[in-house]
């Protein structure tokens, strides 16, 4: 149950969530870029690794952010079809080959000429 005060700070406008774009003391360094593993072209990076461990970091430094987008949805296909349970130590260790092979895979890029379909 929230107490006054709480509700009181979450009332508060929040002055550091973004930084101010006038300051001159922020940098104004462009996105990081990849050679991207699944599009095998030059592309805007991960802000951070998105899976623990090796394969995270290898993931964070070969794939873009654009190709994790990709990755996301078979993810929730294959949790989906093989109905795992995403805490369990087994469906992480399912998830992580899957993931391996979508973006490291022989045959993993993806064919020139593809476009990836449109949010609607």
Not at 64 to 90: D, F, G, H, T, V
Request: hydrophobic share 35%.
């Amino acid at each position: 149950m929230l107490r006054s005060v709480d509700v009181a700070r979450t009332l508060e406008p929040q002055t550091d969530i973004m930084p101010d774009m006038d300051d001159p003391t922020t940098p104004d360094t462009p996105p990081r870029t990849v050679t991207c593993a699944k599009f095998q072209k030059e592309m805007p990076g991960l802000d951070e690794p998105p899976w623990p461990g090796e394969l995270g970091q290898r993931i964070y430094e070969n794939v873009s952010a654009e190709a994790w987008k990709l990755w996301e949805e078979r993810m929730k296909m294959i949790l989906n079809e093989y109905r795992l349970m995403p805490w369990q130590k087994e469906a992480q260790d399912m998830v992580a080959k899957h993931m391996e092979d979508f973006f490291f895979g022989e045959g993993s890029a993806l064919p020139p000429d593809f476009v990836p379909e449109q949010q609607k």
